[in-house]
């Protein structure tokens, strides 16, 4: 892989474009799932991503927990051993359709106002606002992930917990931008109770950027449903747990935004990890 973006880099005019893809080589240990993609996309895709390796840079420095970073090992409930690579090489290779979007995107027509729903560590979200200058709002049911420093941090940033599948989004107004990355398979309760919710939140023209595991690459998911149109209405008196509750399909992706009155204006997939691949889309109001 490097050897071909080394030959690629060659072939390219001494610019500030050829400099870009050699720094970008330099961090592809970091970005190690994202391999598979060709010497053409990373001289192609220079310039958008080392905007988000800066972004991990500045995550990582205020990092709360040591699994972005390092390897995040322990024991399940049965008493088997699991040991997860840092977070911080994998997470781009979930939604990095999200990060090009986002980049081509904000050139186009910068969005004035970000909610990130389910941040994480946060690294979309401060990605988004390097590209655009944005003020953000996260919204996260836990405070374990999302350092309080890097939120101070960032300018005009606020953070707010609460479980939005059974509260408000405890923000005012509409925002023109609305980050939903790896939390629709986590989704408790009847997720077009919770889509519809964020689309109330979206400005007129805004977009939802949303991520998460394909099904068709992954398998199913049956413990909890078999079907998520059998999902529940929300109700706070029924236990939630915090795991991959349902996964979907492209084709369930798209009926549940469209009940939702979304409609997908992209959708892509990220390579993800181990080979199972991850939905990316874009949605914006259907009509």
């Known amino acids: 892989m490097r050897e071909r973006i080394r030959a690629a880099v060659k072939r390219l005019p001494v610019t500030q474009a050829a400099a870009s893809v050699l720094r970008l080589r330099g961090e592809l240990r ?7 993609f060709d010497a053409a996309f990373w001289v192609r895709s220079a310039e958008r991503l080392l905007p988000l390796l800066e972004a991990q840079q ?23 051993e699991y040991c997860f690579p840092p977070y911080r090489s994998e997470e781009a290779a979930y939604w990095l359709h ?19 729903v389910g ?11 390097r590209l655009t200058g944005c003020e953000l709002c996260w919204l996260d049911w836990s405070t374990v992930y999302a350092s ?7 300018r005009g940033n606020r953070f707010a917990t609460g479980n939005v599948e059974l509260a408000p989004i405890p923000f005012e107004g509409t925002f023109d931008a609305i980050l939903f990355s790896e939390v629709l398979e986590h989704l408790n309760f009847d997720p077009t109770h919770t889509l519809r919710r964020l689309a109330d939140a979206l ?10 595991p394909d099904a068709g690459a992954h398998g199913r998911e049956t413990r909890h449903h078999r079907h998520w149109t059998q999902m529940p209405a929300p ?14 399909d492209e084709s369930e992706l798209r009926d549940v935004t469209r009940a939702a009155g979304l409609a997908i204006e992209r959708l892509d997939r990220s ?16 009509g």
């Open 98 to 116: 999200l990060a090009l979007w986002l980049w081509e995107d904000g050139r186009a027509r910068p969005p004035r106002r970000l909610l990130d």
């Open 30 to 36: 970091r970005l190690r799932n994202l391999a598979r």
């Open 271 to 286: 390579p993800g990890t181990r080979g199972a691949a991850h939905l990316n889309a874009v949605c914006v109001h259907a």
């Open 119 to 129: 941040p994480g560590y946060g690294t979309l979200s401060v990605f988004a606002q």
């Open 58 to 80: 500045e995550v990582s420095r205020h990092a709360p927990t040591p699994w972005y970073d390092g390897e995040n090992r322990g024991r399940w409930p049965d008493g088997t």
């Open 148 to 154: 309080p420093e890097l939120v101070r941090s960032t």
């Open 235 to 248: 109700d706070p008196r029924r236990p939630v747990v915090d795991t991959h509750v349902y996964l979907y």
């Open 203 to 212: 400005a007129p023209a805004g977009r939802l950027y949303l991520s998460t």
